[in-house]
């Protein structure tokens, strides 16, 4: 199963972009990148998906390196409600079978 | 259209106890998962359930089970309880292969 390596912890300032990366170097070619996010105490949202094309969608955008070993996840413009855990997810393939392995994840701070 | 709804919230028991956890996945979801989540490991995936049948495993002893009825509902048990099982306990729901997750509010388990 692919694996999946984020920063452990990002500041941004309020109203700026937020770019959150996320390497993926092992995965294959069929599968996905998922992006979620955690607040506390909630079970995680989705965020936005992808497999090779740039993605964006009214939360976010995803940019998906041509080679696809890495992507990031970024938030126009950032606003203290978007402090959460992100977590860059690749949705794995076996057998016809999906199953979503989690990394550790980032703990985005938006800053006022 | 309601969530994913898990039940209990919030839950206490001592080691060697066993325990049941409730899932209602969104209506139309036929495929609902189950996720550990401690501050040490993450979010670990348990299991996954489609149409009452279990269609994937993650790497958990036997006490952990699940089952799934006909109206998609979903239960996890964890029986000989450990003091290592105290974990936020998610559940997903999503229609079908490939789609997206819906996570609920999940249960926290402390287990004395």
């Known amino acids: 199963d692919a694996k999946t390596t984020q920063p452990p912890s990002m500041d941004c300032a309020e109203g700026r972009a937020a770019n959150l990366p996320c390497n993926h170097s092992?995965?294959?070619?069929?599968?996905?990148v998922y992006w979620y996010r955690q607040i506390h105490s909630q079970g995680p949202q989705y965020i936005i998906h992808g497999l090779k094309n740039n993605e964006t969608n009214e939360m976010a955008s995803l940019i998906i390196t041509e080679d696809r070993k890495s992507s990031t996840l970024i938030l126009p413009h950032a606003t203290l409600r978007d402090t959460a855990v992100y977590y860059c997810i690749v949705r794995s393939d076996t057998s016809g079978t999906y199953k979503y392995i989690f990394g550790t994840g980032t703990r985005l701070k938006v800053l006022a | 259209k309601a969530g994913v709804t898990q039940t209990p919230r919030y839950l206490i028991k001592t080691r060697g106890q066993q325990v049941t956890l409730s899932c209602s996945p969104i209506?139309?979801?036929?495929?609902v998962s189950w996720y550990q989540q401690t501050p040490g490991q993450g979010l670990q995936f348990l299991f996954e359930y489609f149409s009452e049948t279990q269609r994937n495993k993650g790497n958990f002893p036997g006490r952990f089970s699940g089952r799934q009825f006909s109206n998609s509902r979903s239960e996890m048990n964890v029986s000989t309880l450990e003091l290592g099982d105290s974990a936020l306990y998610l559940c997903?729901?999503?229609?079908?292969?490939?789609?997206?997750?819906?996570f609920g509010s999940g249960t926290q388990l402390s287990v004395l």
């Open positions: 997903a729901s999503r229609i079908h292969e490939g789609e997206k997750l819906f």
């Open positions: 209506s139309g979801h036929r495929s």
């Open positions: 092992t995965i294959s070619g069929n599968e996905y």
